[in-house]
């Protein structure tokens, strides 16, 4: 089976729904890449590359440029969601949501409710998330935690290719706001990926490694990190399991809470800073669920709570890295009462 | 006598296996063993199984200590005679070069993975491994896996039937890299897709192995085209009684999340901790593909309609001039082991003990046996 990054992952699971149903749109700045430019329309294939190719195949009234109006952007597609489309929106950095917030907030993810069930929203809102390209603190942010306390909206924060691509198209299927939340650092991780349509179903949890020792729940990015710290520890005769939720809402609660049952011991890392974090739902989870099954207290590795820095050094140290996730490991796995 | 040195290397089970580890020598250094005997227990990624002696012969250096993990091809132990001096051993290890998948060559890696073939207008992956050698007749074998299955089940088969013989996994249409348009999905259906296959790879005549559905489909192409099939081995085969466990069939067809899938999944063996979580995640990657349920569908429903099955092979199997064994596990609990006793006067069964219905992965060593001897003799 082939290779394929994250970014050829989405292209295809994009390329997939457009020709499968005609009420699939894209939407927003830049998506047929390159208008105004020298080159023209395509010339860039979008400012992440996913949507290169889809105006060609598809024309302008499917692949739709808008000016930089975020609220504009969210405001239109969630309209047309409710008037049956499909669209799939961009929200280019996710630290913008500020600026289209009502349209998100207050409007994609209450109409289902406020109109008794006899309306659907069916869209989908890609964005990027995460720090580690020096970007500054207003283009660096992972706030997948903000969009998962509003009920009515379904968040999906993958870590690979395979489920970026099967998640991507559950997300256009879903008759509910879905925000999708691409990590600006994984778009050209490789990993095999079927050349057919598939879809992951939301709430269902990865095991991404089997261990009894301690249970590591690692979101995006950080799955990667969490996974290089268990090979190492595995080297130390600790084993590690490791769970990536896939989707923060709606969220497998089960996978956690069995694992958990059986190690007793759990680390949660997260990219997101600390206060009201997934980091703290998940520890509030197991602490409320699986109290009597804990041999250690819960550990968080997270991002301190501060702005993202800009300097290089200083946005090394903010990020959590396979050491400090190895260290907590090595602290729960080592604790006695 | 150097020659009489041999060595047992880390066996490559399956398409994406790279490594295994170590997790029990069940001989000592130093033992004799016939062939057949169980050495030593690897673990891969996706499964563990135990490592049989091809020949009689003495263990007498073990190189891969217990709980190592290494890559496939390399050494685990040496066999030679016992009065085989220390320093030959040492020689012996010492200039023994473990192959670097890297270094392979393109056409190597080429030749081990699955291709695609047209046939009928179908498009269907297969894989082929061996080819004629000294010790074969000049006829392929043909592995034809059961439902909801795919090549990847004769990875403990394959490799050892394709020692001097050319062998051919197929996947049946709507399963694994097949397309997933299974037409009426009936026996007809997958046994004309499977005669078409042949066509196209220029086989005339093969030794067919099929498990379950697939062992229902070998037998109604031997029933069909008599002459194209050289021998019929048909491990837990459906059609030949009207029982089936439907609720696995319902469980197979409905599990979209982990839990599901493992519950239905135990029932196919004896021992539920040869399901591991890799096998699990296989299946559900093949399950969440566009057009694999309504394909499996299909199929249950036409060839298991109200939880029995309809197709009745036994005249057809029994009146067969082609050489017929049968093979079941003694704990199968999808497909009775009563259907292969209510034929053990008229054709030879084998019946394997701590065996569920896939024998040929929780008892390969002697699923391999039975089927090189059955269609050497």
């Given at each position: ?10 292209h295809?699971?994009?390329v ?7 009420r ?18 395509d ?5 992440l ?38 669209p ?11 600026v ?5 907030f ?21 964005t990027?998330?995460?720090a ?13 935690h903000?969009?998962?306390s509003v009920?009515?909206?379904k ?12 998640l991507?198209i559950q ?5 509910d ?11 050209d ?5 079927p ?15 089997d ?27 600790i ?16 996978s ?13 890392v ?20 699986a ?9 968080r ?11 290089p ?6 990020i ?18 | ?25 069940l001989?000592?250094?130093?033992a ?45 132990a ?55 050698g ?8 043909l ?40 037409g ?5 259906a ?5 005669a ?21 489909v ?53 021992d ?19 057009g ?22 036994v005249?057809a199997?029994?009146g ?6 049968l ?5 199968d609990?999808?497909?009775?082991v ?19 219905h ?20």
């Amino acid at each position: 089976m082939a290779q394929k990054t994250i970014r050829q992952a989405l292209h295809e699971a994009l390329v997939h729904e457009m020709r499968r149903d005609p009420r699939v749109v894209v939407i927003g700045e830049d998506v047929s890449g390159g208008a105004g430019t020298a080159g023209g329309r395509d010339a860039a294939g979008g400012v992440l590359g996913v949507t290169k190719g889809l105006i060609g195949e598809f024309g302008e009234a499917r692949v739709i440029d808008t000016p930089i109006t975020e609220s504009a952007i969210m405001g239109a597609a969630a309209g047309a969601a409710l008037t049956g489309l499909r669209p799939v929106a961009e929200l280019m950095f996710s630290d913008f949501l500020g600026v289209c917030f009502d349209q998100i907030f207050n409007q994609a993810a209450k109409f289902r409710y406020m109109f008794g069930g006899k309306a659907r929203t069916p869209l989908v809102i890609r964005t990027m998330i995460g720090a580690g390209r020096s970007a500054a603190a207003q283009h660096s942010q992972s706030p997948y935690h903000i969009f998962t306390s509003v009920p009515g909206l379904k968040v999906v924060v993958p870590s690979n290719a395979y489920d970026a691509k099967g998640l991507l198209i559950q997300a256009i299927r879903d008759d509910d706001p879905v925000v999708f939340c691409e990590h600006k650092l994984m778009y050209d991780l490789k990993t095999e990926v079927p050349d057919e349509a598939y879809t992951i179903p939301f709430g269902e949890a990865n095991v991404v490694r089997d261990g009894d020792d301690v249970t590591i729940v690692a979101l995006s990015r950080m799955v990667h990190y969490a996974n290089e710290a268990a090979e190492t520890l595995a080297a130390e005769g600790i084993e590690c399991e490791l769970i990536d939720p896939r989707t923060t809402s709606p969220f497998d609660e089960d996978s956690i809470l069995d694992s958990v049952a059986r190690t007793g011991r759990l680390v949660i890392v997260d990219e997101a800073t600390p206060r009201c974090s997934m980091a703290t739902d998940i520890a509030a989870l197991v602490a409320d669920k699986a109290f009597s099954a804990l041999k250690a207290p819960i550990r968080r590795v997270t991002a301190p709570h501060t702005p993202v820095p800009f300097a290089p050094g200083l946005e090394k140290l903010y990020i959590p890295d396979p050491q400090r996730i190895a260290a907590a490991v090595r602290e729960v796995h080592g604790y006695a009462r | 006598m150097t020659a009489a040195i041999t060595a047992i290397t880390m066996p490559k089970w399956g398409l994406t296996m790279t490594e295994g580890k170590v997790v029990q020598w069940l001989k000592p250094p130093g033992a004799a063993f016939a062939a057949g005997e169980e050495l030593l227990e690897i673990e891969t990624s996706k499964i563990t199984n135990v490592v049989e002696a091809e020949a009689d012969g003495t263990l007498l250096r073990i190189v891969a200590p217990e709980g190592s993990t290494l890559p496939i091809g390399a050494l685990l132990a040496v066999v030679a005679p016992a009065d085989t001096p220390a320093e030959q051993i040492d020689a012996f290890v010492a200039g023994f070069v473990v192959p670097e998948p890297s270094e392979e060559s393109p056409a190597a890696a080429e030749a081990a993975a699955p291709r695609e073939l047209e046939a009928a207008g179908q498009r269907l992956r297969y894989l082929e491994l061996g080819s004629d050698g000294l010790a074969g007749d000049g006829v392929p074998v043909l592995l034809l896996h059961g439902f909801g299955a795919d090549l990847n089940g004769w990875m403990f088969t394959q490799p050892v039937l394709a020692e001097g013989r050319r062998t051919i996994a197929l996947d049946l249409p709507g399963h694994g890299g097949s397309s997933k348009d299974v037409g009426a999905g009936d026996v007809a259906a997958l046994t004309g897709a499977v005669a078409a296959a042949l066509t196209a790879l220029g086989i005339e005549r093969a030794h067919l192995v099929g498990h379950s559905m697939g062992g229902a489909v070998a037998a109604s192409l031997a029933a069909r085209q008599p002459a194209r099939v050289a021998t019929l081995t048909l491990i837990a085969a459906a059609g030949l009684g009207p029982e089936i466990n439907a609720a696995f069939i319902d469980g197979f067809v409905r599990a979209t999340r982990r839990k599901d899938a493992v519950e239905v999944l135990q029932l196919l063996v004896h021992d539920p901790a040869l399901v591991s979580r890799t096998m699990v995640e296989d299946v559900l990657r093949y399950k969440r593909i566009d057009g694999v349920s309504a394909a499996l569908e299909t199929i249950a429903h036409a060839w298991f309609p109200a939880g029995r099955q309809t197709l009745d092979l036994v005249a057809a199997v029994t009146g067969l001039a082609t050489p017929v064994q049968l093979i079941w596990g003694r704990d199968d609990r999808i497909v009775p082991v009563a259907h292969a006793e209510a034929l053990a006067a008229r054709l030879p069964v084998h019946i394997l003990e701590q065996a569920g219905h896939l024998p040929h992965m929780e008892k390969s060593g002697a699923v391999n046996r039975l089927i090189r001897q059955f269609i050497e003799a």
